[in-house]
Antibody, heavy 120, light 107 residues
């Protein structure tokens, strides 16, 4: 069974850059798509984008295109989500999750979440 | 874009009750519908995939049904540990949509 472990909580100021990570273990990390999902305080789940670590093929939700960058380094089994200029509205918990397969569109393993707080 | 709606948005039920949550798609999505449970402060957890298939390790009191545009998640005998928010999710060619969630409480 695969496991995903995310980096710890972050606090940043508006305009700052930030990069959070998601490290996979217990499975072939390069062979499974990884998704990033945002959950704003007290709200639901928003799909942000997805990456295939094997070749870094990436698709973004139209809502997040241009707002964040998703990347991966398969040599260290890690996916990343980054911002170049944080906004207060980026305050949320961010989850990574593993897509079972390209034909089976469900997520069978989730990271524990990374809380990002943006405040001046 | 396909929109997903859920009803009710919240419910309270007694231990042992049968609880049904509905998820509606704005167009036919066949059986490409999954259900997740999210307990407070925790990551979501897969319950049901492909509309009706129970994920390994999930208690058998959870079941899913439906196809096309109308789907249900049923808890047959609500337990205290089922207090959570439940989300449906659709997938189409590397695009994903979550429903708004249904919060379940114990009366």
């Amino acid at each position: 069974e695969g496991q995903l472990v995310q980096s710890g909580a972050e606090v940043g100021k508006p305009g700052e850059s930030l990069k959070i990570s998601c490290k996979g273990s217990g499975y072939s990390f390069s062979g499974y798509w990884i998704v990033w999902v945002r959950q704003t305080p007290g709200k639901g789940l928003d799909w942000m984008g997805i990456i295939y670590p094997g070749d870094s093929d990436t698709t973004y939700s139209p809502s997040f295109q241009g707002q964040v960058t998703i990347s991966a380094d398969m040599s260290i089994n890690t996916a990343y989500l980054q911002w170049t200029s944080l906004k207060a509205s980026d305050t949320a918990t961010y989850y990574c999750a593993r897509l079972v397969s390209i034909s089976a569109g469900y997520f069978d393993s989730w990271g524990q979440g990374t809380l990002v707080t943006v405040s001046s | 874009d396909i929109q997903m709606t859920q009803s009710p948005s919240s419910l309270s039920a007694s231990v042992g009750d049968r609880v049904t949550i509905t998820c509606q798609a704005s167009q036919d999505i066949s059986n490409y519908l999954n259900w997740y449970q999210q307990k407070p402060g925790r990551a979501p957890n897969l319950l049901i995939y492909d509309a009706s298939k129970l994920e390994t390790g999930v208690p058998s009191r959870f079941s899913g049904g439906g196809s096309g545009t109308h789907f249900t998640l049923t808890i047959s005998g609500l337990q205290p540990e089922d207090i959570a928010t439940y989300y449906c999710q659709h997938y189409d060619d590397l695009f994903f949509t979550f429903g708004p969630g249904t919060k379940v409480d114990i009366k």
